[in-house]
């Protein structure tokens, strides 16, 4: 597959009051063709300062960066036609309506007005088009932000936030816009802290942690490389289960005991659970693999997992030495 978008050995220090901060330390990312990638990490991880290298806003320490091949920032202005972004909330003149800005823009950027209409309808403004963007909801000027980024019919579409002051309708109907958008062959990359959303629309994804990748790749296999092996046991008979639960530890395993159920961990063959318990005629009515979601691995990935009694100051999370985890993109 061809990569649209390549990052490595990113770098980049801010000079800040309280001395230098190193925003980025070497981090990688890899987009592959015709992808949805979400891009995901705690706050002030790195995630904008990305995405404004990329698109040439600030100059990095050092890395090697290519958008569909070309490096950036050399090469940008041969690519940058074939790049949609919004990464940050872009400001639009309150008393212009959204066709009459979509329409500027579309003059600005030499670009056919018939695009205008079409991303009216795919960002769902066609019938609220002619309103003054200052009587606009937060997702009325998110989804012309986006119409925006979309009107150079772009081969990458980068979006920082895009579920940003969306309502859940608005949220599922920019995933279904995504969707059409990659069937249609774009790529897009988008940050995200709606880790259920992301789950649900992105194919890949990177995590991002203090500056460096901690995670990347397809987001079956990084669910499946970071889920810790939890199986769910239930019986027909509940008042079996403390005899149940000896039995699994005599043979080594490690499990809770809840009311109703018990919770394994670590277990790489469920059945061998089940065979166990028959053979003392304990029989199972339930043995479920539990499959870790995106959050959790998120929250166990980047150490933001919330502490009762301690509120986590934004720089606490984890830095892993090295930059990767294994799971390539
Ligand atoms: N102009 C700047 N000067 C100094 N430090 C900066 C500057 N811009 C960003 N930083 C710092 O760099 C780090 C990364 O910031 P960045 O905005 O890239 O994070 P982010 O992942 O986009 O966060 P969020 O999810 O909160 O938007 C943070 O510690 C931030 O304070």
């Known amino acids: 597959m061809t990569a649209v978008l390549e990052i490595q050995g990113l770098t980049k220090t801010y000079r800040a009051r309280g001395g230098p901060r190193r925003a980025l330390d070497g981090f990688e990312m890899y987009v592959e063709a015709g992808q949805v990638h979400g891009f995901l990490g705690p706050n002030g991880s790195g995630k904008t300062t990305t995405l404004r290298t990329l698109l040439g806003l600030i100059r990095?320490?050092?890395?090697?960066?290519?958008?569909?091949?070309?490096?950036?920032?050399?090469?940008?202005?041969?690519?940058?036609?074939?790049?949609?972004?919004?990464?940050?909330?872009?400001?639009?003149?309150?008393?212009f309506s959204a066709r009459?800005?979509?329409?500027?823009?579309?003059?600005a950027g030499n670009l056919p007005q018939s695009r205008v209409d079409w991303a009216l309808e795919l960002v769902g403004l066609r019938d609220r088009a002619k309103e003054r963007v200052k009587?606009?909801?937060?997702?009325?000027?998110?989804?012309?932000?986006?119409?925006?980024?979309?009107?150079?019919?772009?081969?990458?579409?980068?979006?920082?936030?895009p579920a940003n002051g969306l309502d859940p309708g608005g949220i599922r109907e920019m995933r279904d816009m995504m969707a059409t958008l990659s069937a249609g062959g774009m790529t897009v990359v988008l940050s995200s802290h709606i880790l259920g959303e992301v789950q649900l629309i992105c194919d890949s994804v990177t995590i991002i942690s203090l500056g460096r990748r901690v995670a990347a790749g397809p987001v079956a296999e990084v669910l499946q490389a970071h889920s810790s092996g939890q199986v769910r046991v239930a019986l027909e008979t509940a008042a079996d289960l403390s005899a149940a639960a000896q039995v699994l530890v005599a043979a080594g395993m490690q499990l809770q005991a809840h009311a109703d159920h018990l919770m394994l961990t670590g277990v790489d063959k469920p059945a061998l659970v089940a065979r166990?318990?028959?053979?003392?005629?304990?029989?199972?009515s339930e043995l479920a693999p539990v499959h870790?979601?995106?959050?959790?691995?998120?929250?166990?990935?980047?150490?933001?997992a919330p502490v009762p009694g301690?509120?986590?100051?934004?720089?606490?999370?984890?830095?892993?030495?090295?930059?990767?985890?294994?799971?390539?993109?």
Request: a negative charge.
């Open 60 to 95: 990095p320490d050092s890395g090697d960066l290519r958008i569909l091949g070309r490096p950036v920032p050399a090469e940008l202005p041969q690519v940058i036609a074939h790049v949609g972004a919004i990464v940050e909330s872009p400001q639009f003149f309150p008393h």
């Open 100 to 107: 009459d800005t979509l329409s500027l823009l579309a003059d």
């Open 310 to 329: 301690q509120a986590r100051q934004v720089d606490q999370s984890v830095k892993p030495d090295t930059a990767q985890d294994g799971v390539s993109a």
């Open 135 to 161: 009587t606009y909801s937060l997702g009325m000027k998110q989804r012309l932000a986006v119409a925006s980024a979309l009107l150079k019919q772009p081969k990458l579409l980068i979006l920082d936030e």
């Open 276 to 284: 166990l318990l028959a053979e003392r005629q304990l029989y199972v």
């Open 292 to 304: 870790a979601d995106l959050e959790s691995v998120f929250l166990e990935l980047t150490g933001t």
